[in-house]
Each structure stands twice: as C-alpha cells, then as structure tokens.
C-alpha cells in the first residue's frame, strides 16, 4: 500500500505526493501525512529551492474531505480539528521555499483550501474548481472563506461559496484562484518547469520575498514597507548579494551558496 503523502527530491526540487485514492480525500490520516512530510523537508531545507504538490492518479489533487467523519462530530471535536488543521496547512504556507501547487482534476472544499496555501497554482484544462460545502450544510472552514479573498473579487468567493457550485480551470484562472491552464497531462512539468527557474535564483532573495510577500498580507502599508526594508538590507551581509552584484557586472553566471 503506498504512503498517504511521500516525497521525492531532485535537483533541489521537492515533489510531495498526496495518494489517497481514488480522489486523495483529506481524511485526518492524510492530513497528518502531509504535515508530517513538511516537517521532514524543513529539516532537510538547505537541500532545497522549491517544493511541488501534487495529487496521485489522474482523478483528482484533492477532492474534499472525509465525509463520514461528519455524522458523529461535535462542535468541540470540530473545533479541535480545524485547530489542527490549520496547523498542517501553515506548514506549507510558511514553508521557506516556494511551493508549487500541481492541479490534474478535481480541486474541491478541502483540496482547493488546500491549494490556496501554496504559492503558486498550474492547473490541467480539464480540472475543476469549488467549495461544495453549502450542499453539506456548512461551509468551507478550513481557510477557504479568508484564503479565497486574497487571490479572487469578493463578490466572486461569495458566489462560489454560497452557490456550491464548480467552476472550470479557464474560470479559475479569470478570477485569479490559479495562475496558469495547461493542457492535459503537463502541470507536473509546468511545475517543475517554474521551480527550476526559481532553482537558479539566489535562494536568499526568493525565501526573504516570500516571508516580505506572507508577512505584507497581514500589516498596514507602513508596517509592511518596515519589515520589507528590514529584509532587504539584511541580505547586504550574505555572501550571496555580492555575488550577485558581481556575476553581473562581471557580464557572468552567479554562483550562489546560500549563504
């Protein structure tokens, strides 16, 4: 039986496999999987660039949760839940190095949620988006109602949420839920295809913009523009910045050491 969420790496690029069939469901196991695999790669982050997410089979990257676990939860069992699961999901959020969300099929309720904490999302044409939620009587709670609001219009996120209904990948991406539609069978190489492009950046700079990026969603204009700069000019003590300065007044490749 294959492990609920695995990884692989190649050429500092980290390509997590959620494999729950036949839809890769987010049932309590699966989840702790997945935070059990960016705890092992945090460990491991000096090995890496960039990391993938991707679903097993050609069904579907997540299609929801584990919905029979509903009949027998109580609010204080519900509460203890979500708690852990936005655990997990920060996991990925804040993860130092950028991640890539790899979309094949269905990305519904939880696995859109899931989705939304990456930092970049490829999606197959033929995929399908949505938070069916409502049809069960509640609603997408794990991140999915402040989440959705950073990527999509308001009036969009309200329309998909109440509404129940899904939308296709080309829809997705109009309203900004995803970045890319690619055809059948290449989100994985689109993927890799942007995270060995961010491979070859200084790895400084990409992990300082993105905790600059993560952190701006949360401050005012000027607490933000503080934290940047604060950022910023601690890069001018790596090694890394002036090689990058260098390589390029030298009309060279850099050859950064992350450090």
Not at 4 to 28: G, K
Not at 47 to 68: H, S
Not at 80 to 109: M, N, S, Y
Not at 140 to 161: C, D, F, M, Q, Y
Request: hydrophobic share 45%; glycine share 10%.
């Amino acid at each position: 039986m294959a492990e609920l969420c695995s990884y692989v790496i190649e050429q500092q690029i980290a390509v997590v496999t959620i494999d729950h069939p036949p839809m890769n469901a987010l049932d309590e196991a699966t989840k702790e999987a997945i935070g059990r695999v960016f705890d092992e790669l945090d460990q491991r982050r000096d090995e890496l660039r960039a990391a993938i997410l991707r679903g097993a089979g050609e069904k579907a990257f997540v299609a929801g949760a584990d919905i029979n676990s509903f009949l027998t939860l109580t609010p204080d069992a519900a509460k203890r839940r979500q708690k852990r699961t936005h655990a997990i999901v920060a996991k990925i959020e804040d993860f130092q190095w950028p991640v890539i969300a790899a979309i094949d099929g269905f990305c519904l309720g939880g696995g859109l949620e899931l989705a939304l904490c990456c930092d970049v999302r490829y999606a197959e044409e033929q995929s399908r988006f949505g938070f069916p939620e409502v049809n069960l009587a509640i609603f997408p709670g794990n991140g999915g109602t402040v989440r959705s609001l950073r990527h999509a219009p308001l009036g969009k996120v309200k329309e998909l949420i109440f509404g129940g209904e899904m939308i296709s990948a080309q829809e997705a991406l109009a309203c900004g839920l995803i970045e890319k539609v690619v055809p059948r069978g290449q989100a994985l190489e689109a993927a890799m295809t942007l995270a060995r492009r961010i491979a070859g950046r200084g790895p400084l700079g990409v992990a300082a913009a993105k905790k600059s990026i993560n952190r701006a969603r949360e401050l005012s204009v000027a607490m933000g523009l503080e934290s940047e700069s604060d950022l910023w000019s601690g890069l001018c003590a790596t090694e890394d910045q002036k090689e990058g300065a260098r390589a390029f007044l030298e009309k060279r490749p850099p050859k950064f050491l992350g450090r």
